[in-house]
């Protein structure tokens, strides 16, 4: 429960087969065992003087106050950490954070896919470097955008399911990746890109986040889209897909077999106009 509160839950389940340090961890279910090395790797348990466990034993009340006091405590260094990658909002300020080239993660040939040069005038985007985004990290600002949240939402449980209409998948199936934030001044919403990636980072898909044409709005479908994403970017007639400071969903849609093979999400933005441009990129790793 403990391990679960502090954000760690996740990677004790991944953790589940691992031997604890403890002599009497044959004893330990192996479900078990990932809390168990998380809680211990940070201090939020020390186990007994003989070093055992006893994962049959249990607790005092003094012994479950010290668990809440130690996770307490790993909670407040976890704030004391992030205070150095903070701006003067308060928010976690992706340029800060520690950021990685291209070819340490493993991903060189990955540059050219994102990188593109405008046809007409002198616009150009080229990634720079690769920032991996932890839990702790969130929400962060990057690019205009407050990054609150990331997710895919399967097609089973989608407003799209059963659907053929054109812009919604044509009847096939198709989940949505979403990043969930807020647009902290006037950007182009669909100049925020993104390349999926299964767990050899390969290519699966590049998709530029959708929006709803101002003029088709009342399309049953687009009603239904916002109904249940109101924060959905809906384009202005003279003002193309700008969208003013407030919530935003930005959506991108895969078919679900694809999705289902998606290990890692690259985000980027790429809405600066007319003039040579890097940025550093977003590394979003999906459960």
Not at 20 to 28: E, H, M, R, S
Not at 161 to 180: C, H, I, Q, S
Not at 215 to 233: G, H, S, V
């Amino acid at each position: 429960m403990i391990v679960r509160a502090v954000g760690l839950g996740e990677q004790a389940k991944d953790m589940a087969g691992n031997n604890t340090k403890f002599v009497d961890n044959a004893d330990i279910p192996t479900a078990d065992r990932g809390y168990i090395i998380i809680a211990s790797d940070n201090g939020i348990i020390n186990g007994y003087p003989d070093l055992t466990f006893k994962p049959y034993g249990e607790a005092t009340r003094a012994e479950a106050s010290t668990m809440v006091i130690n996770a307490l405590d790993y909670l407040t260094s976890i704030d004391e950490g992030m205070e150095q990658y903070k701006n003067k909002d308060g928010l976690v300020d992706a340029d800060k954070l520690p950021a990685k080239s291209f070819e340490e993660e493993g991903m060189d040939d990955l540059e050219d896919v994102i990188a593109f040069e405008n046809m007409i005038g002198d616009g150009a985007y080229q990634p720079k470097d690769i920032i991996e985004v932890k839990d702790e990290y969130l929400p962060l600002e990057y690019e205009g955008l407050k990054l609150e949240s990331y997710r895919f939402d399967a097609y089973e449980d989608t407003f799209i399911k059963g659907t053929n209409a054109f812009y919604w998948g044509m009847g096939r199936p198709v989940d949505l990746f979403l990043v969930e934030g807020e647009i902290l001044d006037e950007r182009v919403t669909s100049s925020y890109e993104a390349v999926f990636l299964d767990k050899n980072n390969e290519k699966i898909a590049k998709k530029t986040a959708l929006y709803i044409a101002g003029n088709q709005l009342n399309d049953p479908m687009n009603k239904k889209a916002l109904e249940n994403y109101p924060n959905m970017p809906v384009s202005k007639m003279g003002i193309g897909t700008l969208k003013d400071s407030g919530k935003v969903t930005l959506m991108y849609m895969l078919s679900s077999d694809d999705a289902d093979k998606v290990e890692t999400v690259l985000l980027y933005y790429t809405g600066h106009e007319e003039k040579p441009f890097k940025s550093d990129v977003l590394k979003l790793e999906i459960d």
